[in-house]
Nanobody, 114 residues
Framework: QVRLVESGGGLVQPGGSLRLSCAASGFMFSRVAMGWYRQAPGEERELVTSILAGGTVDYADSVKGRFTISRDNATSTVYMQMSSLKPEDTAVYFC????????WGQGTQVTVSS
């Protein structure tokens, strides 16, 4: 009954911005750490940013200074604002709990290309 629904992806030019959303349900959202992951073709899924239940955030070096994660516990939604996008950011982006993960959602495709 856990559901993770990502949205907001699309095609953008280098230097552009996107805001991804993840609607979560079926678990105690406010009590767990959440993260955004991405997977490029032929690559393993990697954690790019996380936010703890108390609001502490962390970022992979590759996205630090460009991406911002946030959460709204009232709506059980986690967001990721992405700016200064680069072609190497192209991937399918997923949200999930950090650590003990639930069944993955469908992800949302982000393509950064000229």
């Amino acid at each position: 009954q856990v559901r993770l629904v990502e949205s907001g992806g699309g095609l953008v030019q280098p230097g552009g911005s996107l805001r991804l959303s993840c609607a979560a349900s079926g678990f105690m959202f406010s009590r767990v750490a959440m993260g955004w992951y991405r997977q490029a073709p032929g690559e393993e899924r990697e954690l790019v940013t996380s936010i703890l239940a108390g609001g502490t955030v962390d970022y992979a070096d590759s996205v630090k200074g460009r991406f911002t994660i946030s959460r709204d516990n009232a709506t059980s939604t986690v967001y990721m604002q992405m700016s200064s996008l680069k072609p190497e950011d192209t991937a399918v982006y997923f949200c999930n709990r950090v650590g003990a993960q639930y069944t993955w959602g469908q992800g949302t495709q982000v393509t950064v290309s000229s």
